[in-house]
């Protein structure tokens, strides 16, 4: 994570303004002066180079806010607008739960039951997973896509048909594998109890209700107006991906087969309706909501995700579990996010069309816009422990940061900072620019966790950020002993 974003809501308005209102990517015009969420969007924009963005944010139940910033096609100069539509990726599989859950609603599908009730053609191996297994990536299912390998319509047969010779990757519900084949059996399972194309049940029971008229299914092949153009700074050099300087086209295929993984796009507007219509009961019953954001859990009883924020995956939704000010944060492509907060009756939607932009990582900064009590700055988001840990040091110094954990050690033996909870502390201190207090908890965590790679990783990250390239490359080959398929490691050191 070599980039970093301040919070302003985080108590940094005011002085701070003046250095944020410098060059920016062109906006569209604006129907009142920037506001703080405004200026955090541009903060952003400036600092991952993001060319366009559309916001909206729900709180109770009314849409109280939609921007639309920079460009939609930057070849063209062509400005985001309203009617601007951006690709959801993965954002997709949010629909897919919906839809699923309105299947179990009608009496048609039951979560607990094994895919090889509704689907008998399936690989016997393939049977006892469970509905709600495929939904929530712990099936344990060999991948359609591995290692992100191109499916498109000329290959999606044959890639479909090698598949499923391909042997479990680990017994069902053993452990959480983010899979493109989950999502390919539910548009077949929908396919099949609903009698019609998936992408035509998504436009009957929710597109249609909202209504959405400018959400649809389709690729970079599909003529759609206003599309917003994808873009990335990811360059392939000999089959390895790195981040380069010069902004390049994305061209994103998803063949019909796996358009229920990753085949929608939208406009931030009318994400934000179809948010407003699933939490007032207009495409689940109330009570359904519960089940459709409840994580899945692994055989020993435990949730995992994509890591950092995202600790949980629901129905087709992530899931940010925490004590305060829980979320649900279906994300996609790494371009674009949807936060809603059930507690706090608030929802915030951001679409970009750059690779790599990753929104979930600022969203709860535009929260506490809304939130005063979520300010990163004061610890939001840390355990109990590490939040307490986080004041003292913030009057004290991170300098102080071992001898206050030796001094917690002798007022409770028991006393203990979890590994991931640590790393997690070091990255929000990463985002805010706090590098050097970042760093303090990485090398505390290192000795915490010596036998981790991660730990050895992110400390490896932020000495390269620091620009201590001797540190880095001793510390990213430790990583990379602990951890030979570290990629981050590997293509430092090849660096």
Not at 140 to 161: C, H, Q
Request: net charge positive; proline share 7%.
């Amino acid at each position: 994570m070599k980039t970093h974003f301040r919070s302003l809501c985080a108590g940094l308005l005011g002085g701070a303004l003046t250095l944020l209102l410098g060059p920016l990517a062109p906006a569209a015009a604006q129907t009142a002066p920037p506001d703080s969420v405004d200026l955090l969007v541009q903060q952003a924009m400036r600092q991952l180079r993001i060319p366009g963005v559309q916001l909206a944010v729900v709180r109770h139940g009314q849409i109280v806010k939609l921007s639309n910033y920079g460009l939609a096609n930057v070849q063209d100069s062509v400005p985001v607008t309203g009617q601007t539509r951006f690709f959801l990726n993965s954002i997709t599989k949010a629909f897919v739960g919906v839809a699923v859950m309105q299947l179990v609603e009608a009496g048609q599908l039951d979560l607990s039951a094994p895919a090889g009730r509704y689907l008998p053609e399936l690989p016997a191996a393939w049977h006892p997973v469970t509905v709600r297994q495929l939904l929530t990536h712990t099936s344990g299912l060999p991948d359609i896509m591995p290692e992100d390998a191109l499916v498109t319509e000329n290959n999606e047969k044959a890639a479909w048909a090698e598949v499923q010779k391909q042997p479990l990757e680990a017994k069902p519900g053993e452990r959480f594998a983010y899979n493109q084949t989950n999502y390919l059996l539910l548009g077949k399972l929908i396919d099949k109890l609903s009698g019609q194309p998936f992408a035509a049940f998504i436009q009957q029971r929710q597109l249609d209700v909202v209504p959405m008229p400018r959400t649809s299914s389709g690729d970079a092949h599909t003529v759609l107006p206003r599309l917003a153009r994808g873009y990335t700074f990811t360059q392939y050099i000999d089959g390895r991906p790195r981040r380069g300087k010069e902004l390049q086209n994305l061209f994103e295929v998803f063949p019909p087969s796996l358009r229920p993984a990753a085949g929608m796009s939208s406009t931030a507007q009318e994400m934000a309706r179809w948010l407003v219509a699933l939490q007032q009961g207009k495409l689940l019953q109330p009570a359904s909501l519960p089940t459709l954001w409840t994580p899945g859990r692994l055989n020993d009883g435990t949730t995992r995700s994509f890591g950092g924020k995202l600790t949980g995956y629901a129905l087709g939704w992530p899931t940010v579990d925490r004590p305060e000010h829980p979320a649900v944060a279906p994300v996609g492509g790494g371009r674009s996010a949807v936060f809603v907060y059930p507690q706090d009756d608030l929802a915030i939607v951001v679409l970009t069309n750059l690779q790599g932009a990753n929104p979930e990582r600022f969203i709860d900064a535009l929260a506490a816009c809304y939130l005063s009590d979520m300010r990163v700055a004061d610890g939001f988001g840390l355990p109990p422990t590490l939040r307490a840990l986080h004041r003292t040091l913030r009057q004290r110094g991170f300098t102080h940061l071992e001898e206050e954990v030796k001094k917690a050690r002798r007022k409770d033996p028991a006393y203990a900072l979890p590994e991931t909870a640590v790393n997690a502390w070091g990255y929000s201190l990463v985002e805010q620019g706090q590098l050097t207090d970042a760093l303090a908890v990485f090398q505390l965590n290192v000795r915490l966790y010596p036998a981790s790679a991660n730990t050895y990783d992110s400390l490896a990250e932020t000495y390269a950020a620091l620009g201590n390239k001797k540190l880095a490359t001793q510390h990213y080959t430790r990583a990379l002993a602990l951890n030979p398929m570290n990629r981050t490691a590997a293509e430092y050191l090849q660096q």
